[in-house]
C-alpha cells in the first residue's frame, strides 16, 4: 500500500509586519493538523511550509496559520503595552515584607465598657459556681424539665 504524500503549502510572512517570534508561535498553533517548517527567505520574508498529517486540507492550515498570525502579534502588542504593570506586579509579589502590621483590637468597646462587661461576666461565673456548690437544681420554672416529666408518658387511646 503507497501512500500518496500530501502536498505542501507554502506561507510567505513578511518579517517587516510579524516578528519570526510571532511567525514561530503561530505556526506552534497550527502543528497539531501539519508538520511545519519555517525558513527565512532573504531579510524580510520567512516562508512557512505546511505538510498536512490528517484529513485538513492545505488552504485550511494555510488560513488557519494565517488567523493565529493575526491574533499573536494582538497578543504580542498586548503583552508588550503591559510589560511596566507585569514587573511591577512581579517585583510586589516578590518582594518581602518586613511585618505584618499590628493587630488591632476590634471589639469596639472603649476601655470602660470592656471592664464593665469583664466585671459582669465574673459575677456570672461566680453565680454558676454558687447554684453548682449548693447541690440543688434551682429550676423554680421547671425549665429544664422534659415533656415526658411534666405531662406523664403518652396515653394510649383506643377508639370504637
Not at 100 to 112: A, I, V
Not at 119 to 128: D, G, P, R, Y
Not at 141 to 151: S, V
Amino acid at each position: 500500500m503507497n501512500k500518496k504524500p500530501a502536498a505542501k503549502t507554502k506561507v510567505s510572512v513578511s518579517l517587516k509586519k510579524y516578528p519570526i517570534e510571532t511567525v514561530r508561535y503561530a505556526a506552534h498553533a497550527v502543528s497539531c493538523a501539519a508538520r511545519v517548517f519555517i525558513r527565512t527567505a532573504g531579510r524580510d520574508t520567512a516562508v512557512a511550509e505546511f505538510e498536512p498529517t490528517g484529513r485538513l486540507p492545505g488552504a485550511k492550515i494555510a488560513a488557519a496559520f494565517r488567523a493565529e498570525l493575526a491574533d499573536e502579534a494582538l497578543r504580542a502588542s498586548v503583552y508588550a503595552a503591559n510589560r511596566e504593570l507585569r514587573d511591577f506586579m512581579i517585583l510586589k509579589a516578590l518582594s518581602a515584607q518586613a511585618a505584618p502590621p499590628p493587630r488591632q483590637d476590634d471589639s469596639g468597646l472603649t476601655p470602660e465598657q470592656e471592664k464593665e462587661l469583664d466585671a459582669l461576666i465574673a459575677q456570672v461565673e461566680s453565680e454558676i459556681k454558687q447554684e453548682a456548690a449548693s447541690g440543688a437544681a434551682s429550676d423554680p420554672l421547671g425549665i429544664t424539665r422534659t415533656w415526658e416529666d411534666k405531662y406523664g408518658a403518652k396515653k394510649s387511646r383506643k377508639k370504637n
